[in-house]
Structure formats: C-alpha cells, structure tokens
C-alpha cells in the first residue's frame, strides 16, 4: 500500500543525508538550503537596496509522537508567484492530506536543480532531536516547555533566512497554542514583517504547506534512518511486528510493541526516543517492569572532602563554620604587628 511507502524509497533529502551524523548521534540541527537565483538578495552598505520581495511560511512534523525529532520547516519565494508556482502548477497542500509517494515526489522537485522550485524558493528546517526535546522538558522543573522549544525554532529559521539577505515582507505560520498570543510574540522580534499565525495554515497559504512538506519528509526520512540503525544494532526482535515503531504515536499500538521490546532494563530507551513523555514514563515506572529502578546518590550523600578542607590556617581538619571557609577563602589579613 503506498501508506505503508517509505519516503527514504523515493528521495533522501540533503536535510538528512548531510547531517546523519548529528541524527543518529541524537543531536538538533538546522539545515538552509542555498538563496535561489530567481530571488535577488538585499544590498547591504552605506546605500541599501531591499531584494525580492518574499513570503515565507512555517510549519511543523512531529510535534505529537513520542518517538522521533520534531522538526520546523520554512520556504519562502517571491510574493508574487506563491499561488501560481505552488498551489497550481505543484499542487502543495497540507502534508497530512498528501500520501507519503506525494510528499516525498514533491521535495525531490524542490531539491532537483533542473525545476522551476529550485529555481525560485529556499527553505530550511530545525530538527529537534527526541533527546533535547525531552531533556528540555525534563530540566528545571519543565519551565523549557515544548511550546517554547517550538518558539525558539521558528524564529531561529526565520532570522537564519533574514541572515542570508532574503527579503521578507510576509511571514504565514501554523499556530502552536492560541494564534493572537503566537503572533503578537513574533511581531515583537520581527516589527517590520506582516506576520499572519492561522490555525490550518498549512491548508490556506501555499507557502506553509510547502513547509509542511518538508518539514514532514525531513521527519520520515529521519525516523526511518534511526528505525534502520537500531535494527541494526539490535538483536532484540522476538516478532517482525517489532521490527517497526509505526507512526511513532503513543496511540499506534505498533509503537507501543515497539517500546515495549525495546526497553533496556538499566538506559531504557536510546536517543531516538522521548523520554518526558507519559508513556514512557510509566513503562519505564511500571512495577515489576523491564526497567530496574536506580537511585543515585544525592550531592549532599558525598563522603568526599572538598580540596580546602586540608588547608586550615591553624592546622586544625577543615572549616569550622561556613563563615569561616568563606572568610579564609581569599586568605586573611596579617594586622599592622607585620609592618
């Protein structure tokens, strides 16, 4: 069934094949693609001249699953010629209304150099690698929560754009959270775009839902890479339905076997995998679980003495007091009797 089609099958796209490395590693990455010719870039110096006038839009793949990064994509190309080169010559629309053969056909377009895609539009994606997503949510009490990971993203691809001279005049984004909220936060970093944040996006401008393609496919191709790398080095599988994590939902019960098989009793799951989400969670919880239980020493438990413990000016073993480390710290005065 061409649902079942893996995207790698059809076209590897250079936001994965030049960074697997930092992939399989289980680190976040950004990826640009080169300014086109047909876009005219901005003239800086003492007499600047504005560039081609670009609309960009933003979307995301995989902000949900549990397995996998989720990974922001951007594209931008001349105002003029959005609706005419994307929604009626190439028939963009949202990725998740496109079957995978779709998706995977149309980012091959805009990478080959021989189509007008390449020709006319840019884009670029950040890849949030499932380990940084969940050591984010994970640290501080969840203050780097998945919403300002996402915020972050965004507006690291947007000034990347700006950084390559590309005017843009218009950015069209799919929300996260409350649209008004989302927006009103952009336009503050970005005062002199027209910035428009929309639920469904990627199903109103042609510019988003040519970042949804490539932010989806970046996501497949990834997922597959690192399902291909742990069947690789595993020797784990019982049965071949856990020799796929499916869409990488909690919801697909193929995930679900997956995690299950996958788990290892002291590391639990590797990079690939998000380790702030419930689901995991409680695998990893479960009483009489896979997982073993390991409680690590607090700081405070360290029987090891600090270096300035054996350097007490009366011979004596250690501070007496906090005040006394603090006071000693620097050293202390000789008094006028030295002079």
Not at 263 to 270: A, H, L, S
Request: hydrophobic share 35%.
């Amino acid at each position: 069934m061409e649902d079942d089609l893996i995207a790698s099958a059809v076209y590897v796209p250079p936001s994965v094949q030049d960074h697997r490395e930092s992939l399989l590693l289980g680190r976040s990455y950004a990826h640009y693609s080169n300014v086109p010719a047909g876009i005219e870039t901005t003239k800086r110096g003492p007499h600047p001249e504005p560039g081609t006038s670009c609309v960009l839009g933003v979307d995301e793949a995989g902000r949900g699953p549990v397995i996998g990064p989720m990974v922001y994509g951007v594209y931008y190309l001349p105002i003029e010629i959005q609706q005419s080169l994307l929604a009626t010559t190439y028939h963009f629309d949202d990725s998740k209304v496109l079957t995978p053969a779709v998706r995977a056909n149309l980012m091959k377009a805009v990478c080959a150099a021989d189509t007008d895609l390449f020709a006319s539009s840019g884009w670029a994606i950040k890849s949030l690698s499932a380990q940084d997503i969940g050591a984010g949510m994970l640290k501080n009490g969840g203050s780097y929560n998945l919403n300002a990971q996402a915020m972050d993203a965004t507006v690291e691809l947007i000034r990347g754009v700006l950084d390559k001279g590309v005017n843009v005049t218009e950015i069209y984004v799919d929300t996260i959270g409350k649209p008004s909220v989302y927006q009103r936060k952009l336009e503050f970093i970005f005062p002199t775009i027209k910035i428009t944040v929309e639920k469904k996006a990627d199903s109103l401008f042609p510019c988003v839902s040519a970042a949804s393609v490539v932010a989806k496919v970046t996501r497949d191709v990834s997922c597959e890479s690192l399902l291909e790398a742990y069947v690789r080095q595993s020797s784990t599988f019982s049965t071949e339905d856990t020799m796929t994590w499916g869409s990488g939902y909690p919801s697909d019960a193929r995930c679900v076997n997956w995690l299950k098989s996958a788990v290892n009793p002291i590391w639990g799951f590797g990079n690939e995998c998000r380790f702030s989400w419930g689901t995991v969670k409680d695998m990893l919880e479960q009483k009489g679980g896979a997982a073993t239980r390991i409680d690590w020493p607090d700081d405070g438990d360290d029987e090891n003495m600090r270096l300035c413990h054996y350097f007490n000016l009366d011979g004596t073993l250690g501070p007496k007091s906090e005040s006394d480390e603090l006071r000693t710290w620097f050293g202390t005065g000789v008094g006028q009797e030295a002079f």
